[in-house]
């Protein structure tokens, strides 16, 4: 069983940065992905970035540019550094992992991950 921890996160005004972060513990696979979604009231959870231990990473169309995944293999932790936030990046943002083979095209789909954090508060306000 794999548990992730997420930490940072917090409230920032539009135009503003912030990261947060999410370490992985237990019995880690060596090749997995690590990912971040994020979730507000009375919308669906939606993928916006996630990485591959080996280097691969996919970012939603709605944060590219303004996001970035990294990661630390050593610590099986990843980051998710956001800059120029938006109202509309306002949501519970939740780090994910899985060490099955994913599809490229479903690399930011939540049925395709196998483990969840609990998530954190990402408020942005006007």
């Known amino acids: 069983q794999v548990q992730l921890e997420e930490s940072g996160g917090g409230s920032v005004e539009a135009g503003e940065s912030l990261s947060i972060s999410c370490a992985a513990s237990?019995?880690?696979?060596?090749?997995?992905?690590m990912g971040w979604f994020r979730q507000s009231p009375g919308k669906e959870r939606e993928g916006v970035a996630t990485?591959?231990?080996?280097?691969?990473?996919d970012y939603a169309d709605s944060v590219k540019g303004r996001f970035t995944i990294s990661k630390d293999n050593a610590k099986k932790s990843v980051f998710l550094q956001m800059k120029n936030l938006k109202p509309e990046d306002t949501g519970v943002y939740y780090c994910?992992?899985?060490?099955?083979?994913?599809?490229?095209?479903?690399?930011?789909?939540?049925?395709?991950?196998?483990?969840w954090g609990q998530g954190t508060q990402v408020t942005v306000s006007s």
């Open positions: 994910a992992a899985t060490d099955d083979l994913i599809l490229s095209g479903e690399l930011l789909l939540p049925r395709a991950y196998k483990y």
């Open positions: 237990g019995h880690t696979a060596s090749n997995y992905w």
């Open positions: 990485i591959y231990s080996g280097g691969s990473y």
